[in-house]
């Protein structure tokens, strides 16, 4: 407000990365350093890779990690923790995913079946692992 400025981003969904883009924008306008916003690729995950996920993960005696297919798909998922809604997850390997909402990083543990038989969640420089039930 100081300087009388704006910025106005256009895009056609609602993400984290485009407040992250806006405030990259005003930073450059009032003359601070900033570097560019880096935004991850995903890559497309077959329905059978997605079925493995697809399950309850225990982080402790009161917290359940949910993985769920997105509403009518295959090969989109979402997680839940207990008592909270459900978000996007964004595979960025086959067994590496990451949430958009929140700087959060999901891996997928396999056996040597190629099972998954816990995740791994990465927030905050916390790593926990969850166990499937």
């Known amino acids: 407000r100081q300087q009388n400025r704006a910025v106005v981003v256009l895009c056609n969904s609602a993400t984290a990365d485009v407040d992250q883009l806006a405030s990259k924008v005003m930073a450059l306008l009032a003359g601070r350093d900033a570097t560019a916003p880096t935004f991850r690729k995903t890559i497309d995950v077959s329905p059978e890779t997605c079925s493995k996920y697809v399950g ?74 969850a166990k499937k039930e």
């Open 56 to 129: 309850k993960y225990r982080l402790n005696s009161a917290i359940v990690m949910d993985v769920a297919y997105a509403k009518d798909t295959k090969t989109k998922l979402t997680v839940q923790l207990t008592g909270q809604q459900a978000f996007s997850i964004f595979p960025e390997s086959k067994t590496r995913w990451f949430l958009k909402v929140v700087e959060a990083e999901i891996e997928f543990n396999l056996d040597s079946s190629g099972n998954c038989e816990s995740l791994t969640l990465y927030q905050n420089g916390i790593e926990q692992t």
